[in-house]
């Protein structure tokens, strides 16, 4: 980095950390993120408590399985005798009880749940009556009690997770999708509205006549970026943490955030790029909106598309499309879906995609900055003589 | 020295000065079919203060910044102590445009070291020269002040330090006047005498060729991008037609040979004589009062909007069209 590109980024960087709306904008996404790592612990934390309304001909024996069954599931079960069957409804009915367990004359026992939400103590509840009515049978039927036992007792299958990797893969590349959206998102629009500052203000003759565009240009890139990346950082921070402290980081995280590195970086400096020259085409800086418009639309495309497409052929295109791929190609990486050669022409066309992206955003940004008097199109200032 | 373009045959072309620090020759731009600047020539002696004078849209601005090198010009060449600008070189100018060029969020004191900093200026002798400066321009307990916290002069004061504030040899100062009270007026020219004073180079823009008549030592008038009077200001006005010697003594109208000018109008009270081209005025009074007993007499030189008007000749419509680039219908020259 030559001493004018510095100086440059260090401006920015100084004067960015001297402004109450970047400390104010940090440390909100700071304590989000403590509220995003805290609050789980007291919210729904800790074992559930579920109270039975029980009516009619249920048997002591069928609680207590229940009851023990769910234990074994952190549920402590809680029982409510009401008078009658409908006495048990209502109670379920007011949410004066989560359930009710309610036994005709036959024996036969129903569960009432108020809706049809699905809680793991319902299923519970069902094996214990089946294997009760089951005992029943086999009882009633003079099957061997050892027998009896040994068919109640029967273990359920085993479940072998074959990729445990993959949930928490599929969870960083979500959180890598959004974060790499939003950090962008906001970088654009911040680093395009200083430039169009800038050349409102006249700061950008003053600093020309002195500095060559292309040290001006990727100082403020360098400086809004390294911004960028300290949000985001400081915005980690609890996450980072609490899965250092509690060590329960999902498998699969680390490689997969150090492998997404480079289209991170990568994806900043080219829409950073692009979008310093877009702000270059305002007049005003009420209209960086407009002239930042079709990066910012392209972007929002690219996130809805990409959340849907990743393991399908528009996923694989999109990994390797240098404006696309720093969104699409770390999530294609978590999931495991990209292979070697994407991989590689990703990061090809990612090289060559800032390269064009910062000689392109130089001629326009060089010939935009001293035209004043009117919104500038981009086509128009292209054909213009420099 | 004088020059003139078409329409002013009575002064002669350019040549370069042997004492110029500054030559630009034969400087060509346009903004898309618009001639912005047309086979432009002048130059800026050190320890003079030079004016860059015209009409809006004459094409001052626009020749500031090809100074600056923030316009490539399609034409023409500019050097400095004889070899070519380059970046190098325009590092030791000092460059104040007409409209704000600050960032008004950050400290005086701090942009100041800032734009030294920019000019390979070590950021103790930065920072040195910026309180120095602050300090001279009476700005000294406003330095950790954010710009857009001070007022429009000391903004400006500001504006001007951060042109200075890493000692340039070459100064140039687009519009510097416009929009300044009288007392602002005063300070400034205060500090652009004292700059040159020191032997140094200054080139400023004004379209208020009135207003600043009394610091230019020389000149460069500018039309449609043109040249149409430049040179010392004493040696023009010299050469004007338009210069009168009035005394209160009735004179014959023979009186006075052609070499020291004719007899305009005689009243019982006096006589206004036009002075001729090159005459001086002490001899031709002396003249004068070799056979009258003069008690009073004035000298009547032209303004420099007069000048300029007479030098503009048949072309002198007076209703410049803006430095518009036809092609993006930007680029304007600020008024």
Known sequence: ?????????????????????????????????????????????????????????VSA????AITD??????????????????????????????????GDPDGVVTILQRTDEVTVIVPITQEVLRRTAADRIFSTAGVDQAVVDRVSNLAPATVETVDTERGGRQATAFGLTIIMYLLIMLLSQGIATSVATEKANRVSEVLLAVAPTRSLLFGKVIGMGALGLASIFVGALPIIVKTIIASDMPEGMGTTLASSALWVIGGIVIYLLLAAMLGALADRTEEVGGTIAPLTVALIAIYIVSLSTLETTVGVVLSIVPISSPIVMPARIAVGAATAPQIVASVVCLVVGTVVAARLAIVVYSRALVRTGKR??????LRSPS | MATSSPGTSHLAPLAARSDATLTISGLSHRFGDRRVLDQLDCTVQPGRVTGLLG???????TLMRVLFGVIVPDAGTITWHGQPVNPDVRRNWGYMPQERGLYTDMRALDHLVWLAQLHA????????????????LGLADRAND????????????????????????????????????????????????GHVAAGKSLLFSSHQLDLVEDLCESIVMIHHGRVVMSGDLVTLRADSDDRYLEVDAVLADDELDETAGTIGSVTATGTRVQ?????????????VRANHRVRSFAVTQPRLSEMFLAALGDDADTDADPEVDPEVDAAREPA
């Open chain 1, 61 to 64: 024996d069928v609680i207590t």
């Open chain 2, 146 to 193: 954010r710009i857009r916290d001070l007022s429009g002069g000391m903004a400006q004061r500001v504006q001007l330090a951060a042109a200075m504030v890493h000692d340039p040899e070459f100064l140039v100062l687009d519009e510097p006047f416009a929009g300044l009270d009288p007392t602002a007026v005063k300070f400034l020219s205060g500090v652009i005498t």
């Open chain 1, 1 to 57: 980095m030559n001493r004018i590109t510095r100086l440059v980024a260090q401006r920015e960087i100084l004067e960015t950390g001297r402004k109450k709306a970047f400390w104010i904008s940090t440390a909100l996404l700071f304590l989000g993120s403590v509220a995003l790592m805290v609050i789980p612990e007291f919210v729904g934390g800790g074992n559930d408590d579920v109270t039975f309304a029980t009516a009619g001909s």
């Open chain 2, 275 to 287: 002075l001729a081209r090159g005459a001086d005025a002490g001899d031709v009074l002396d003249r």
């Open chain 1, 69 to 102: 069954t769910a234990a074994t599931v952190d549920i402590d079960v809680t029982i409510e005798q009401a008078a009658t069957v409908e006495a048990a409804r209502q109670l379920v009915v007011d949410g004066d009880a989560d359930f009710g367990l309610v």
């Open chain 2, 121 to 136: 200026i070590d950021r103790p002798t930065a920072r040195a020269n910026a309180e120095r400066l602050l300090g001279e």
């Open chain 2, 55 to 61: 009409p809006n849209g004459a094409g001052k601005t």
């Open chain 1, 376 to 381: 500038l199109r981009l086509m128009e200032v």
